[in-house]
């Protein structure tokens, strides 16, 4: 194999050194949330955390153009995936959302799914020469790249994952401007659908916890508890918190979900308001930094590609801190490499090893090379 000497040269390690780190805060506060418990989960993370690193640092090597040339083939595969998902899947709490791979390992399709909707939307938008402003009819095509996999996760059901689908897809296609009377127009089927969504197609415990986040203490030891136990941890946290591994929420397991969708709850418990601080400071450092390389790409496909990541990060953000301190419902959305849960952990850093390879890569090609 043969490597650019220029690759290893403009490699950014910020990137690569901040992932590492909100990994690793990330990994301290699973061990704190689990160790009086089951250690096991903290374990497996480490292991996922290590081998999405690896898949990272690999895929930063990779030629964002092979991912262009092969972006609807990876589309396919995922919709195929979520397709096995609803017929051979695992059940867990409810929702069909897992694949058994042996009898110590499951993935969730549907995290992967984010990236390859990136990529074909990426490409779609690549290939029109036109640009926009666009109308109504040429978000036909795009509507059906989104909507066949959101259907599909409906089905497991799964409704915080599509929402965030929702959120990315969106946030894509607006950065390629739509006319406001299509917008408008939009609004309107929104508007129009919502309606029968909530009598038709929400599940019972969805509409609770939408009512949940409107009241909380309509059913304080039912569907409200995750909720109001989370905001008493992270207000009892104040400004320097109670110390690692001394949070009397976190400690006393008063957080059912705390290691995975309600993870951030422990750091504002442990760690205070300045802890809190410094993991958003660290997440929006993630997130304007994968901007910067959108605004520095050499072609239209790296740029969506690297806006959709960044949008990635952003809605898992606002939408899991949102809902841990109560200013949003809460939907089962993980926080990207810091709550447990392997695919959710590759997810992230793939999108990471793709961005870093885009951003190694804004110099033209070079005939000096190395062997590796």
């Known amino acids: 194999m043969m490597l650019d000497r220029r690759l ?10 901040t992932t590492v780190v909100v990994s690793l805060v990330g990994l301290a506060n699973l061990y704190s949330a689990t ?17 999405a690193m690896m898949l990272m640092v690999s895929l930063s090597f990779l030629d964002y153009k092979t991912l262009e040339r092969y972006s609807q083939h990876i589309y396919i595969v995922s919709v195929l995936l979520l397709l096995l998902v609803l017929t051979s899947g695992k059940e867990v709490s409810g929702s069909k959302s897992w694949i058994s791979l042996g009898s110590h390992i499951t993935i ?23 640009g926009g402003p666009y109308g109504f009819v040429d978000l036909v095509k795009p509507f059906i790249y989104i909507g066949l996999p959101i259907a599909l996760i ?26 406001v009377r299509s917008l408008l127009f939009l609004l309107v089927i929104i508007l129009g659908l919502s309606y029968p969504a909530w ?31 989370s905001q008493i941890a992270v207000g009892s946290g104040k400004f320097l918190g109670k110390g690692f591994m001394k949070g009397s929420q976190t400690q006393l397991r008063f957080i059912p979900e705390q290691r995975t969708d309600f993870a951030f709850s422990v750091i504002a418990e442990e760690w205070g308001f300045t802890g809190a601080l410094f993991t958003l400071i660290l997440y929006f450092t993630i997130i304007l930094w ?9 072609d239209k496909f790296s740029m969506m590609v690297c806006f959709g990541i960044a949008s990635m990060f952003f809605w898992h953000t606002v939408v899991n801190v949102g809902m841990v301190i109560g200013i949003l419902p809460v939907t089962g959305v993980p926080l990207l490499l810091f709550s447990y849960g392997g695919s ?20 033209p ?8």
């Open 8 to 17: 290893l040269k403009n490699y950014d390690w910020f990137l690569l050194s």
């Open 35 to 51: 160790y009086q418990t089951d250690l096991g989960f903290f374990k497996k993370q480490a292991l996922w955390v290590s081998v």
């Open 108 to 130: 969730q399709p549907s995290e992967f799914v984010k990236l390859s909707l990136i990529l074909v939307l990426a490409k779609f938008y690549h290939d029109d020469f036109e």
């Open 154 to 179: 409906m089905l497991q059901p799964d409704l915080g994952t599509a929402l965030i689908i929702i959120l990315i897809s969106g946030s894509m296609i607006l950065f390629m401007r739509v006319k």
């Open 199 to 229: 009598h038709f197609f929400l599940k019972d415990y969805q509409k609770q916890r939408i009512k949940t986040f409107l009241d909380p203490y309509h059913d304080p030891l039912g569907s409200g508890y995750n909720a109001i136990q």
């Open 290 to 298: 994968i901007l910067d390389t959108a605004s520095r790409a050499k």
């Open 344 to 363: 959710s952990t590759l997810t992230a850093m793939i999108g990471i090893g793709i961005v870093l390879g885009i951003r190694i890569r804004k110099f």
């Open 365 to 372: 090609a070079s005939k000096e090379a190395i062997a590796l």
